[in-house]
């Protein structure tokens, strides 16, 4: 059986070597994408590659200083060439389920600022429908809860609030400062119309389904890679 890592890096390798100098990229979050990031930063090392990055969460971040990947504030950048994030679950339209390292809201507004966007995975992401696995990461404003909890639940939704990071007691905090819930709303029948339900929801400040925003999806697999 194939390692799992294996998998995330062969994707993140092979996103990672279609940056070309010059371009400003998005950097997602999570184990997949560190793997591009890592790449990314060997490439800028050993070839000289020039490129600006957005990164979509502190630890992203925090690895781009480690290895030297220059990074514009995402408050400055109106436009990006290129983001690269990895998924949670992903659906044969490629639309998908983020949000398990809680940095949905920042990704999606990466993801809404690229020319392209590349969802690099392993194949075990892979779903018929959403929800099949996953809940929906919420970030909802801390004084938002309440109302936001009631709105959700009547969309059919059985929601928890997310507790316990390692290291810290009580509710999971976003970079952005707001409380993280998921949402189990079981398989979706119609991923569009709650997309667009959640976003009318005031202090629900973002949510993990992400439709019709990718471009392409580079999925490892045990015996190679499929691009789609
Ligand atoms: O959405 C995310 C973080 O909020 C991640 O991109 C998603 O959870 C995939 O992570 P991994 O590559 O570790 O499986």
């Not at 504030?73 to 983020?98: F, R, S, T």
């Not at 020319?115 to 892979?126: E, F, L, P, R, W």
Request: glycine residues 10%.
């Amino acid at each position: 059986m194939a390692d799992l890592n294996e998998l995330k890096k062969n994707a993140g390798i092979l996103a990672a070597n279609k940056i070309e100098s010059g371009m400003t990229v998005g950097l997602g979050t999570g184990s997949t994408a560190a793997y591009m990031v890592a790449r990314l930063g060997e490439r800028i090392q050993t070839e000289g590659l020039k490129i600006q990055a957005v990164s979509t969460s502190w630890s992203t971040t925090i690895q781009c200083r480690q290895l030297g990947i220059p990074l514009m504030d995402l408050g400055d950048a109106e436009h990006l060439d290129i983001a690269i994030d990895g998924a949670d679950e992903i659906d044969p339209q490629k639309n998908l389920i983020k949000g398990r390292g809680a940095a949905h809201l920042l990704e999606k507004i990466v993801a809404s600022m690229a020319d392209h966007y590349i969802i690099i995975a392993d194949d075990g992401k892979k779903v018929k429908q959403l929800g099949e696995k996953f809940a929906v990461p919420l970030e909802i404003l801390p004084n938002a809860i309440a109302s936001v909890t009631y709105k959700v639940h009547k969309l059919g939704a059985d929601l928890q609030i997310r507790m316990g990071a390692p290291g810290k007691d009580g509710p999971v905090i976003s970079d952005s400062g707001n409380l993280i819930a998921d949402a189990k709303f079981g398989t979706i029948n119609d991923p569009e119309k709650l997309d667009s339900e959640l976003n009318k929801i005031p202090g629900l400040l973002g949510h993990g389904l992400f439709i019709g925003m990718a471009n392409k999806v580079i999925l490892a697999t045990p015996n190679g890679i499929e691009e789609w």
